[in-house]
């Protein structure tokens, strides 16, 4: 009983630190990351598609992303969606490829992205804390059943 409790809240906790990993990934520094368009879905013929699977994304320099649309006629669609996504970025389009340059961060950039990074950390804590906090909840709620010592 105490060790499926116990393997359930390392289940949980390992899914919180995974997420706030995948948190930081979506966390636009100055170097090129294909992480960073991850969470960005085209309206593709009128559906909402991850972008993943309407095009591939190459680095081919560290300040540089190269999303190849599988598709030449949605070349326009996934740049709008790109824009909309609020990252701060300007895509460029040539036709048959889009761009994405990221411009060297300032100070300013700096300072705001420190905030961010920590804010994203304390969620990580508080969750992984949270689930601790339910877990010896759960163990307690079983005090009559086992002992005080396999609780402890």
């Given at each position: 009983?105490?060790?499926?409790?116990?393997?359930?809240?390392?289940?949980?906790?390992?899914?919180?630190?995974?997420?706030?990993?995948?948190?930081?990934s979506t966390v636009r520094t100055g170097r090129a990351n294909p992480q960073l368009l991850q969470r960005i879905t085209v309206d593709y013929y009128g559906s909402q598609t991850p972008l993943q699977q309407l095009a591939s994304i190459s680095v081919p320099?560290?300040?540089?992303?190269?999303?190849?649309?599988?598709?030449?006629?949605?070349?326009?669609?996934?740049?709008?969606?790109?824009?909309?996504?609020?990252?701060?970025?300007?895509?460029?389009?040539?036709?048959?490829?889009?761009?994405?340059?990221?411009?060297?961060?300032?100070?300013?950039?700096?300072?705001?992205?420190?905030?961010?990074?920590?804010?994203?950390?304390?969620?990580?804590?508080?969750?992984?804390?949270?689930?601790?906090?339910?877990?010896?909840?759960?163990?307690?709620?079983?005090?009559?059943?086992?002992?005080?010592?396999?609780?402890?």
């Amino acid at each position: 009983m105490i060790s499926d409790l116990l393997s359930e809240g390392e289940h949980k906790m390992a899914m919180a630190v995974d997420h706030v990993a995948a948190e930081f990934s979506t966390v636009r520094t100055g170097r090129a990351n294909p992480q960073l368009l991850q969470r960005i879905t085209v309206d593709y013929y009128g559906s909402q598609t991850p972008l993943q699977q309407l095009a591939s994304i190459s680095v081919p320099e560290p300040r540089m992303l190269v999303v190849h649309p599988f598709d030449k006629s949605s070349v326009s669609d996934i740049e709008r969606a790109i824009q909309i996504a609020d990252l701060g970025l300007t895509p460029s389009n040539d036709g048959s490829v889009i761009r994405i340059a990221f411009p060297p961060l300032t100070e300013e950039r700096r300072k705001v992205l420190i905030r961010v990074v920590k804010h994203m950390a304390e969620e990580g804590r508080v969750s992984v804390r949270n689930v601790r906090r339910h877990a010896k909840s759960d163990m307690e709620a079983l005090h009559g059943e086992i002992s005080d010592d396999d609780i402890h």
